[in-house]
């Protein structure tokens, strides 16, 4: 149980474009999703926090327009990367919970902007 | 079979125990094998990376790597109340980059 899959797994963009990664729960109602960014041999640097039905929570330095997040149901959060460049290239991961304080991760989604 | 296996405990141990924490995985096309350690309502943070069999130690705590047996461990000497967290561990495959957790250990040590 509690199985989080993320799609795609792997996008490659031109620059400019804005990408959209989903995040799904799917054998449970997660009522909490977070999103990390991970570069190579770093620890996850949590982007933001997402209740269902309401706006993220974004951690300071993390820029709200240009990382749209929206968590419309309980299975499902989408991360939109809007107007992407070549820095935003790196490694999204989600993760959700349901009200105690364990997350599940889901199996990240590799970003590459040209 | 799930690709990596983790006891979710709670583990709990006296100050100053060794600890020892473990994953089991079933693809060996897992290459890379981390350690994250995570208080609760905090981001994971990265603890060890490896990529070959053996050990690899990083002050109190030891990686171990046994490819042969699908089997990691992770062990903390001289255990102090400030290592209670959860102890995730995870792999990326050398196919296709997918990182996959394990579900967390919860550790408490007691003072």
């Known amino acids: 149980g509690a199985v989080v899959s993320q799609h795609p797994s792997w996008v490659i963009c031109k620059s400019g474009t804005s990408v959209k990664i989903e995040c799904r729960s799917l054998?449970?109602?997660?009522?909490?999703m977070f999103w990390y960014r991970q570069f190579p041999k770093q620890s996850l640097m949590l982007m933001a926090t997402s209740n269902e039905g309401s706006k993220a929570t974004y951690e300071q330095g993390v820029e709200k327009d240009k990382f749209l997040i929206n968590h419309a149901s309980l299975t499902l959060s989408t991360l939109t990367v809007t107007s992407a460049h070549p820095e935003d290239s790196s490694f999204y991961i989600c993760s959700a919970s349901w009200g105690t304080d364990t997350q599940y991760f889901g199996p990240g989604t590799r970003l590459t902007v040209l | 079979q799930k690709e990596v296996e983790q006891d979710p405990g709670p583990l709990s141990v006296p100050e100053g125990a060794i600890v020892s924490l473990n994953c089991t995985y079933s693809?060996?096309?897992?290459?890379?094998f981390m350690w994250y350690r995570q208080y609760s309502r905090k981001g994971p943070e990265l603890l060890m990376y490896?990529?070959?069999?053996g050990n690899k130690e990083d002050g109190r705590f030891t990686a171990q790597v046994d490819k042969s047996s699908k089997y990691i461990s992770l062990f903390i000497r001289d255990s102090q109340p400030s290592d209670s967290a959860t102890y995730l561990c995870?792999?990326?495959?050398?196919?296709?980059?997918?990182?996959?957790f394990g579900k967390g250990t919860r550790l408490h040590i007691l003072p």
């Open positions: 995870a792999m990326i495959s050398n196919r296709d980059d997918k990182i996959i």
């Open positions: 054998d449970f109602q997660a009522t909490t």
């Open positions: 693809n060996s096309a897992f290459q890379y």
């Open positions: 490896t990529y070959s069999s």
